[in-house]
T-cell receptor
């Protein structure tokens, strides 16, 4: 298995909803990442987990809450989002060597 | 402050010709540079990379050149094919520790290969 799997592929949520994005990999990668990409913009790093511990939080608002239950799974919990949070959310994982940096297909999130 | 810059938002090339995509960076601490190809609503797909200690890396139709003194890299695609039409992102890495890397992306260049 050489993929990063993200679910759901599409999500529409209201500003008062609570939802979660899920990311899974079975490549034995020990680092996992959340990126956010707005239309016609580059992906921007949100969080980095190394060995299941949060190592980097790029000043992301607390309405985004990451969780790493085990080495294969990464979640992003969403609560009280704003319409400007609508974007493509990308998960990635990497091994010790940079060539193994792999992205999932993303979750297209729309906040209404 | 944008550390990785792709100054051409778009590029059109005739099929069979060479496509040259350019990227400039400002942070001399970057240790690897990567090119990704991206289709709409999909995750970036890794194409080719180069270490900061090398000046050229080739993989099939794709060659990346690095000029460290100019802080400039370029991706050459020869020959260009219609299937190469996509957005190409230049990215640079810094090591974050404990086996993790931070990727900093440029804004991307949309390549259109005309049959």
């Amino acid at each position: 298995d050489t993929e990063v799997t993200q679910t759901p592929k599409h999500l529409v949520m209201g500003m008062t909803n609570k939802k979660s994005l899920k990311c899974e990999q079975h490549m034995g990668h020990r680092a996992m990442y959340w990126y956010k990409q707005k239309a016609k913009k580059p992906p921007e790093l949100m969080f980095v987990y190394s060995y299941e511990k949060l190592s980097i939080n790029e000043s992301v608002p607390s309405r985004f809450s990451p969780e790493c239950p085990n080495s294969s799974l990464l979640n992003l919990h969403l609560h009280a989002l704003q319409p400007e949070d609508s974007a493509l959310y990308l998960c990635a994982s990497s091994q010790e060597w940079i060539y193994g940096y792999t992205f999932g297909s993303g979750t297209r999130l729309t906040v209404v | 402050d944008q550390q990785v810059k792709q100054n051409s938002p778009s590029l059109s090339v005739q099929e069979g010709r060479i496509s040259i995509l350019n990227c400039d960076y400002t942070n001399s601490m970057f240790d690897y540079f990567l090119w990704y190809k991206k289709y709409p609503a999909e995750g970036p797909t890794f194409l080719i990379s180069i270490s900061s200690i090398k000046d050229k890396n080739e993989d099939g139709r794709f060659t990346v050149f690095l000029n460290k003194s100019a802080k400039h890299l370029s991706l050459h695609i020869v020959p260009s094919q219609p299937g190469d039409s996509a957005v190409y992102f230049c990215a640079a890495t810094t090591y974050s520790g404990a086996g993790s890397y931070q990727l900093t992306f440029g804004k991307g260049t949309k390549l259109s290969v005309i049959p």
